[in-house]
């Protein structure tokens, strides 16, 4: 009578386990339909927004973001061209190149 008892009581917690982790997954699946509920009306908001620009304020928005983006752009090519050019200007000095009798 022992080892049944014994089983029973396994079979119990394995039921206990089991609903418990259905439980959890049923409740995973609330809050990841609460983020994507929350992540929708967000887009939504933000959709309103755009819609509430006039198209000067649209404008004048995509303009200044215009300017933004081509400041860090540029800010890269210096950065990069800056040595570039010195370097030049070390070869061209050290070279003589800019005398056009020694070319």
């Not at 080892?3 to 039921?15: A, I, M, N, P, Y």
């Not at 030049?88 to 003589?96: A, D, K, M, Q």
Request: glycine share 4%; aromatic share 4%.
């Amino acid at each position: 009578g022992r080892s049944h008892s014994g089983s029973r009581k396994v079979k119990q917690e394995l039921k206990e386990v089991t609903s418990s982790t259905v439980t959890d997954e049923k409740d995973e699946e609330k809050v990841k339909e609460g983020w994507k509920a929350k992540r929708q009306r967000i887009k939504k908001q933000k959709k309103e927004k755009k819609l509430n620009l006039s198209s000067d304020a649209l404008e004048e928005y995509v303009t200044k973001q215009m300017e933004l983006d081509a400041r860090e752009r540029i800010k890269v090519y210096l950065s990069v061209a800056k040595p570039l050019l010195s370097d030049l200007e070390g070869l061209f000095n050290e070279l003589n190149m800019e005398d056009p009798t020694v070319v």
